[in-house]
């Protein structure tokens, strides 16, 4: 119970990688607040958790919707402990087909959202004198063909670990960054679906390219989130976690 007495807020926790961490948190202890557009799936996750959750709908890039959502849950609970930053779309395409809004969508969400997030965020936890923030960024970050929004994005999201780190690390705020290889969500479904193969073939050959012979799955990340959000993690900070399943640079 890593989490007792503590209070966890993760974005896009509906389904998915957000969902895993919310559930690990919750089973250790935190109470949960999971935030994400679609209400109804963030409302069926906190059902099935134990303790408290609350589950809110929220657009990430939008300032407004972001301060008051953590406003909401520092009424609710009276503290704000762990910031788990994990929603995110794709708008996969070539460059010479890739559209504004393509662009904006993905970049708004993965990078401005976490932005609004971490900046509401560590005003009640430097009054704290204690955080921990986790970003969500990708082994995408390397670089994926028809991505260049989607990498723009896990890459400026490792610089901004490094960044916060430094700023908020006097005030016993943790800042990491988590990078995940492949994880079987319904994101990596909509990218075989992009570059025209059967899901089930892009597991192979990721399987093939990976030293653990298998697929991430969202518990995964969720143990690595865990670990960069407890206590005894609280050397570590302004790191990137490649969770991925095989070396990486």
Request: hydrophobic fraction near 45%; charged fraction near 25%; charge should be neutral.
């Amino acid at each position: 119970m890593r989490f007792s007495n503590k209070v966890a807020v993760i974005t896009g926790a509906a389904q998915g990688i957000g969902e895993g961490v919310a559930r690990r948190l919750a089973e250790e202890g935190a109470r949960v607040a999971l935030l994400d557009l679609d209400l109804q799936g963030a409302e069926r996750v906190a059902a099935t958790l134990p303790g408290d959750a609350l589950a809110l709908r929220c657009d990430v890039s939008q300032r407004d919707q972001v301060e008051d959502s953590l406003e909401r849950v520092q009424q609710r609970f009276g503290r704000l402990d762990v910031l788990v930053c994990n929603a995110g779309l794709t708008r996969d395409n070539l460059i010479h087909k890739m559209t504004d809004d393509d662009w904006d969508r993905v970049i708004d969400t993965h990078l401005k959202g976490s932005f609004l997030c971490c900046r509401a965020a560590q005003r009640y936890m430097v009054d704290q004198r204690y955080g921990k923030i986790v970003l969500m960024s990708s082994r995408a970050a390397l670089g994926n063909r028809g991505q260049s929004n989607y990498a723009a994005a896990k890459a400026g999201l490792q610089g901004m670990a490094r960044v916060l780190a430094m700023e908020l690390g006097p005030f016993n705020i943790n800042v990491n960054a988590i990078a995940p290889g492949h994880i079987e969500t319904e994101m990596t479904r909509a990218t075989a679906a992009r570059i025209g193969i059967d899901y089930q073939q892009l597991q192979e050959k990721t399987i093939q390219a990976n030293a653990i012979k298998r697929v991430g799955q969202p518990e995964d990340i969720a143990a690595a989130a865990a670990f960069l959000a407890a206590d005894e993690a609280g050397f570590i900070t302004g790191q990137v976690l490649w969770v991925a399943g095989r070396p990486t640079v």
